[in-house]
């Protein structure tokens, strides 16, 4: 494992433009990036993990130097990056931290969201790739597995994913929640800006897709709306309430509330109940007392946002825990190929010895045996020869296992 690494930014380290002239120059390789970014550093094995929100360059040599911070020249040099100050912030996680990184990586604990869900499948689709390019073997394939069932055991025994932190994830569950059992609902969304679409595309992803978009600039609802499957209507449209609405989510820039209580008033009275979501600060929806209105606006949701922050805070200890059980297993199943390796080849060495002084006897002093009694004699000493090997091997897996090997093992090991 001293010769696996782990190289790249983040946004911990560079901002959404520094990782976009990354990406630029990755696409400006005359070859696959892993491929191409493996030969310049020498790596027999490399996986390459690029997202919206990091670059990581996950390699391995099976020979020549382990990884040091010499490769980071290497890597902004075959970037176009060589003395610019964004080359310059690359990190480098090698040996045992390459693992731990890597392991809190799919774990979505190194995520500027905590518990966030999509690494997960990004980690994978980034070792398929690696996979299908010859890059990923016997070093790199079974840390990746390990960290791909890490993240899976993390998202279904803790509670971190569990806790949305976006306001926007929030207000979506809320109007779902009280929408109940209406479907299909009538839904509304005010705005067309990057909230109200990030709220339009929630609804769509969890099949409840808007019904209607408003904006006061036409051009843009019709973009958002085509992407929805959505109508357009007029601010106009809506406040004197022609279409008839389960629910609406609002999300502009507006300095004052675009629909007062009256006009609310009227949406509910023409379906019978309202359920609001207000995205907007200030309040695009005004406050209004009604029985038949269920609503819930930013602050409120904030205050939710906050709570679920602490509670993913402690579930991502839970997370380190299960991070640093992995690794020692990791580090152990390690361990267990180091000392299987060198132990079979000595047993080959023996067996081949066995079978020349089994020959010679069967040859010699045993010549006088029937045939079908010197099978018996050889059967039976090549399984007592088996047996016999077998017993230190498996006492070696064992030590192995049990964190027993001396110490001096397991730095070779690291």
């Known amino acids: 494992m001293e010769r696996v690494a782990v190289a790249g930014l983040s946004l911990h380290h560079t901002d959404v433009e520094g990782l976009e002239r990354v990406k630029r120059a990755l696409a400006a390789l005359e070859e696959p990036a892993p491929k191409a970014l493996a030969d310049r550093l020498g790596a027999s094995e490399a996986v390459l993990l690029s997202t919206c929100n990091r670059f990581e360059f996950v ?43 890597l392991l809190r990586v799919a774990s979505s604990l190194d995520s500027l969201v905590l518990g966030e869900g999509e690494i997960l499948a990004q980690v994978r689709a980034a070792h398929a790739e690696a996979r299908a390019l010859g890059l990923s073997g016997r070093i790199l394939g079974p840390l990746f597995e390990q960290a791909l069932q890490l993240g899976k055991r993390v998202r279904t025994h803790t509670a971190l994913a569990h806790h949305p932190v976006s306001v926007v994830s929030l207000g979506v569950a809320f109007l779902l929640e009280q929408l109940g059992e209406r479907t299909p609902a009538r839904i509304a969304v005010l705005g067309a800006g990057a909230t109200a679409a990030h709220a339009a ?33 007029t601010l106009e449209e809506l406040r004197a309430g022609t279409e008839p609405l389960d629910a609406l989510v609002s999300a502009t820039s ?31 929806l005004a406050p209004v007392v009604d029985a038949r209105i269920a609503g819930i606006d930013l602050e409120t949701l904030r205050t939710r946002a906050d709570a679920n922050r602490a509670k993913r805070a402690t579930a991502a200890a839970a997370a380190e825990l299960l991070v640093e059980e992995a690794l020692a297993q990791l580090f ?36 006088h045996l029937e045939a ?28 192995a296992r049990n964190d027993e090997l001396p110490h001096g093992e397991w730095e070779g090991l690291e």
């Open 332 to 367: 152990r199943e390690r361990a267990v190929v180091e000392v299987s390796a060198p132990y079979a080849t000595i047993v080959d060495d023996t067996r081949a010895a066995f079978e020349f002084e089994l020959a010679q006897l069967c040859a010699g002093r045993l010549a």
């Open 372 to 399: 079908r009694d010197r099978l018996a004699v050889e059967r039976w000493a090549r399984a007592t020869f088996g047996r016999l090997a077998h017993v230190p091997f498996r006492a070696l897996k064992t030590l």
């Open 59 to 101: 390699y391995a040599r099976e020979s020549g130097s382990a990884p040091s911070r010499a490769d980071l020249r290497e890597l902004a040099e075959a970037l176009g990056l060589a003395g610019d100050p964004l080359g310059e912030r690359f990190f480098l996680h090698p040996g045992r931290g390459a693992a731990r990184h």
């Open 201 to 233: 595309r929630a609804l769509l992803a969890a099949g409840h897709a808007p019904t209607f978009i408003v904006n006061r600039t036409r051009a843009r609802a019709e973009s958002l709306a085509q992407e929805c499957g959505a109508r357009v209507l």
């Open 254 to 284: 507006a300095s004052e509330p675009l629909l007062d209580a009256a006009a609310l008033t009227r949406l509910a009275a023409r379906s019978g109940r309202l359920v609001t979501v207000d995205l907007a600060m200030p309040r695009d």
